[in-house]
């Protein structure tokens, strides 16, 4: 398969771009700005698959009317360390930037909280909600569940979604440590990024419905994706979603609409937010200090033979937003293209 040509973009044109398109679809500026921001950032970072090539299909579905246009936070049960959501149906990202908010505040004043939300969809780059805890001096756990496209191990029929996961760690001087892994090998954004460009993918990422491993996007995207560290990727993504679906009240496994497939019902994606002060225990200075020592005694552990550097959680995507931030998000021209369309339904001057 052939690769489709890259085009650099600065960051703040597409922001811009991506937040009039979806004031032009119906959202809020406010709404509009936090779903720009997030997907920009995750092309900054370097997390393409949940960046702008998620404007197209998220779009799609608030035209559709099958995700709701006016994001609500409907409280259904609350405690001062803890909040259920009622997302209504809204836009996961909005819900769940919420919810973080929400999470993080009542951290700082209780010492711990959790946040759940149910009736969401899909809420993008898990990190996003992480490095906002980290940054109000907060170590945040975040996961979602996902639309069923993975076997539990030894089976050959899917049951759960690549059903990621991410931390976010406070640091002082030294960057502040953001996790964020699907327990897939893969989320299952890259198969269908492969598939908007033309690309072949990877073996070990997907096999067939007919079980064969597979490069072919096309064929993975009706097949299944492959736990990451076989039985190890199972247990970890059966506890995301007992935290994100069942403990929430959101649907769980099959039972959760394809964002791509299922244009008449509402997906009802489960999210779960777990934030807690950095100081609960010891002085908060003292906490940013050893965190410094072990990233930095980490970074400096003698190199294995074939390796050039040490890279803490989060670091390589820090490296690449330096680096997009400076030389402008690379973006296919299929993508482009896609944008472009996109914004011409709504009458938005394309601006890329």
């Known amino acids: 398969m052939s690769v489709s040509t890259t085009l650099r973009v600065e960051k703040e044109k597409l922001e811009q771009y991506v937040m009039e398109v979806f004031q ?92 759940g939300i149910k009736d969401s969809s899909h809420c993008g780059m898990l990190a996003d909600y ?36 991410s931390y976010g760690i406070p640091a002082g001087i030294e960057h502040d440590i953001i996790f964020d892994m699907a327990t897939s090998v893969v989320a299952r954004g890259k198969i269908t990024l492969a598939r908007k460009n033309n690309q072949s993918i990877p073996l070990g990422w997907a096999i067939t419905k007919e079980g064969r491993p597979t490069t072919d996007p096309f064929e993975a995207a009706d097949g299944l ?59 908060l200075e003292q906490f940013k200090e050893r965190m410094d020592q072990m990233i930095r005694e980490i970074r400096n552990i003698p190199l294995a033979e074939g390796f050039e550097k040490i890279y803490l959680p989060g670091e390589i995507e820090l490296e690449t937003t330096v680096e997009r931030q400076t030389s402008g998000i690379p973006l296919s021209v299929n993508i482009l293209n896609e944008l472009e369309a996109v914004g011409r339904r709504y009458g938005v001057r394309y601006s890329l």
């Open 24 to 115: 032009a679809a119906g959202l809020s500026e406010e709404h509009s700005s936090i779903v720009a921001k997030h997907l920009v950032l995750a092309n900054l970072r370097g997390i393409d698959s949940h960046g702008v090539s998620r404007v197209e299909i998220y779009t799609k579905r608030l035209d559709l009317g099958v995700t709701e246009k006016k994001s609500k936070v409907n409280v259904v049960k609350e405690s001062p360390a803890s909040m259920l959501i009622d997302g209504g149906n809204g836009l996961g990202i909005v819900l769940a930037t919420k919810g973080m908010e929400i999470a993080v505040k009542k951290a700082k004043e209780t010492g711990i909280a959790v946040v």
């Open 130 to 165: 992480t490095m906002y805890a980290a940054k109000h001096d907060c170590i945040a756990l975040a996961t979602t569940n996902a639309p069923s496209s993975m076997a539990p191990w030894g089976g050959k029929v899917g049951y759960f979604g690549t059903n990621p996961f």
């Open 225 to 283: 994706v492959l736990p990451v560290g076989g039985p190890k990727g199972y247990g970890l993504a059966f506890l995301m979603e007992v935290l994100s679906g069942l403990l929430t009240g959101a649907a769980f496994g099959p039972y959760i609409a394809s964002l791509y497939k299922d244009l008449d019902r509402s997906q009802n994606v489960g999210q779960f937010f777990l934030v807690m002060r950095a100081d609960l225990f010891e002085e």
